[in-house]
């Protein structure tokens, strides 16, 4: 799937997007897998609280599903307007 | 229903007019337009939107779509840039056509109240001394949400 970072949570991980092979079943097993891969992803995802989640582009929470899912997105909480 | 997110400026009184005219049984129209406001002394350079294509549009979409369901509302506009904006420049602009204008009023401030925090768009600020800043979303604006 693809996993797309955008705001600070891109700066931080230095990318926008990136293909992933994960068998986690929920946006937080994915968490926990990318937190393990460098401090960057420890880094970006220290704190869940100040982060949001969309999984194929719907807004969702850390324990929904991603079975099946093309994209998970992570991203600051929205500031449109 | 109209919903358009754009890179280039919009020209506010052309969509205005566009939108209000020829309407025979709509009796109030609301516009609301932000501008990207300096933060004081001159000190904001600009201001740069990042937003998430592909789910920007849908999610503009639903939110001006539950405003037209829950107002009864003839018609709704919501236009918003992205990209590199100076102190000044319109960011984006939201119309609502109802019957009465209670509804347009109350329908535009709920899609205010929406975009600001769950469309997907991220202001970052650059200032004239080269500093830059991401925007924090403000516990307000979230709590904004739950009047509705």
């Known amino acids: 799937m693809d996993v797309l970072y955008f705001a600070w949570v891109r700066e931080r991980i230095g990318l926008p997007k990136e293909s992933v092979t994960t068998d986690a079943e929920t946006v937080a097993e994915l968490v926990t ?49 | 229903m109209r919903i358009v997110v754009q890179e280039q400026p919009f020209d506010f009184g052309a969509e205005a007019d566009a939108f209000a005219d020829g309407r025979h049984d709509m009796g109030a129209i609301v516009t609301f337009t932000g501008v990207v406001r300096d933060f004081g002394g001159g000190g904001l350079d600009a201001m740069e939107i990042e937003h998430y294509p592909g789910m920007t549009q849908k999610a503009l979409e639903k939110i001006a779509s539950e405003a037209v369901d829950r107002w009864s509302l003839g018609d709704a506009l919501v236009i ?41 768009f991220w202001k970052k600020e650059h200032a004239v001394s080269g500093e830059t800043g991401w925007v924090a979303a403000k516990d307000e604006d979230e709590d904004a949400l739950t009047r509705w």
């Open chain 1, 33 to 81: 897998e990318l937190r393990a891969r460098e401090d960057r992803y420890d880094l970006a995802f220290s704190d869940l609280n100040a982060l949001r989640v969309a999984v194929d582009q719907e807004l969702t929470d850390f324990d929904a599903s991603i079975k099946g899912a093309r994209e998970v997105a992570f991203f600051p909480p929205m500031t449109g307007g």
């Open chain 2, 80 to 120: 918003h840039r992205y990209g590199r904006m100076e102190p000044g420049e319109k960011i984006m602009m939201v119309a609502t056509a109802a019957p009465h204008r209670k509804d347009a009023f109350e329908a535009a401030d709920y899609l205010m109240d929406y975009l600001k925090s769950r469309a997907p």
